[in-house]
């Protein structure tokens, strides 16, 4: 069995043909997937598909992109869509400074709401961080009894030993299939397998060797190759270990 823990094949690249994605997916031994929301309106879209499909979840969450667009500053919606006992996770939520770095403080003071939020539903986080990995490592730091993922995991091996010191786990997507991604290959290649989580990002970010067409969560099984391979390990052993890990850290047995 593979788990993706991050897609969002709500998106309308798939309106004509998300049931046949889902299909392969499930034909291609991708058994759970996991919606990711990134503002009101996907966060609405990830838990129609969570309540649509037993073998779907997903996570809530304000994305930093999202952020100034956000008019209920108390983030009230999050807090009630994510009482869904589908709701594993809040997320896609952190900082991201590659477009934009005016608003570096509302995307700090969203990204702690959040925290905050999880911690009152005792749920995980799914944390986005793009050219702001030092701010992120602060702000989980600081909240360190709440734990997540680091997605699409962008640091060094010495951040990833730093985070999975905080609880954290790092996700693992295609990317990682890159001929050049080499900072991501070491990560891979030095840290436990009880410390990664597979997941594709659908539509974005497609592996080798579809890279530049649509994601799908049926190419997750690239990533895993590619794992099993830095690893010089069976796929099935790497398969096991991610989706045990996937299980332990979303309760993917179900919610109290």
Known sequence: MIIDTHMHIYDSSYDDIREEVIQNALDNDVKIMIAIG??????LKALELANKYPFIYCAIGLH????????????????????????????????????????????????????????????????????????TYNIIESNSDVKGV?????????????????????????????????????????????????????PYLTPHPYRGKLNKPEYIKYVCYEIATIKEKGLDYVTDILSNNAIELFKLGGRE
């Not at 990134?38 to 966060?43: E, G, H, I």
């Open 38 to 43: 990134c503002d009101y309106s996907t966060s």
């Open 150 to 202: 680091i997605h699409c995991f962008p640091g060094s091996l010495e951040m990833a030993n730093r985070f999975i010191k905080l609880g954290y786990y790092l996700g693992i997507g295609g990317v990682l299939t890159f001929k050049n991604s080499k900072d991501i290959k070491n990560v891979v290649k030095n840290i436990d397998l009880k410390y990664l989580l597979s997941e594709t990002d659908s």
């Open 64 to 135: 930093p992109y999202e952020v100034l667009k956000e008019k209920d500053k108390d983030l009230k919606w999050i807090y009630e869509l994510a009482k869904n006992k589908k709701v594993v996770a809040i997320g896609e939520i952190g900082l991201d400074y590659y477009w934009d770095k005016s608003y570096i403080n509302e995307q700090k003071e969203m990204f702690v709401k959040q925290i905050d939020i999880a911690r009152k539903l005792n749920l995980p986080i799914i944390v986005h961080s793009r050219d702001a990995i030092s701010d």
